[in-house]
């Protein structure tokens, strides 16, 4: 399906890279990367990128790491 949207420049120039690297279009990155973010998680019948933006993600715990997470283990390792 066509339609219009407005994505940011940067958004954009990733979803292209990412296109390039798997050898697919930035319509489907941009549609499997939609997809796994409103099933909240991975799409199970899309490989996974090897990298997003340099980085390669960490698996899901199932566990969302909060600011309040993230102060507790600052306060525990005394930063």
């Known amino acids: 399906m066509r339609t219009t949207i407005d994505i940011e420049d940067d958004v954009l120039a990733a979803a292209k890279e990412l296109a390039r690297l798997q050898n697919i279009s930035a319509g489907q990155v941009v549609s499997r990367l939609l ?5 909240g998680g991975e ?6 990128a090897r990298q997003v933006g340099g980085f390669r993600p960490f698996a899901s ?3 969302i790491a909060t600011n309040d997470i993230v102060d507790r283990l600052r306060d525990q390792e005394g930063m």
């Open 35 to 39: 997809r796994q973010a409103l099933a």
């Open 61 to 63: 715990r199932g566990v």
């Open 43 to 48: 799409s199970q019948n899309q490989p996974q």
